[in-house]
């Protein structure tokens, strides 16, 4: 029995090192920020949302209980960290438009999503989340940074939101 309890351990610890490593810092985004976040969101009817990295699930959850006929899907690589947002979603009540995806956000197709969700560290940010949305995003599709800014060579097309002693929240609109 202890041997089956090492090697989940070592499971879940790897899982965490591999999704860490290659995509994004292990810490969900500040509850109040994803107040704000909500705030700057403004989101069509039938829209749909995908938050890369959900961690936890809180951004998604919060959008999908904003806006209820949106399409919101978190994906997550990580399957301990997906199984918390899954148990969050099943205690949380009506949130029948969102979906917990546990798999790689590369493997998704970002046109899909007019809204794309990231709290990607920089280096991750410009390698592989902003070429995959210039490439496959729709005309008019956002992709929101937490924290991170969007890479030099398109910091033209975005715009920027928070005080100064606050998280900045970076949007990139493809024109």
Partial sequence: MGTFFSFLILGCLAS??????????????????????????????????????????????????????????????????????????????NTHNLRYVLGNAFSLNFWDYEHIYVFWMPDKMQKKIVPKFMSEASKGAKLYSYVFSIPEEFRASSISYGQEHEAKIHILEKK
């Fill in 16 to 93: 965490f090192a591999v999704a860490g490593l290659s995509m994004a810092p292990w810490v969900p985004t500040k509850k109040n920020d994803v107040k704000r976040f909500l705030e700057v969101l403004n989101m069509s009817e039938w829209e749909k949302f995908l938050e890369i990295g959900t961690w936890d699930g809180r951004v998604a959850m919060a959008v999908a209980q904003k806006y209820h006929n949106n399409y919101v899907v978190g994906i997550e690589l990580a399957p301990p960290i997906f199984f918390l947002a899954f148990i969050r979603k099943f205690f949380s009540g």
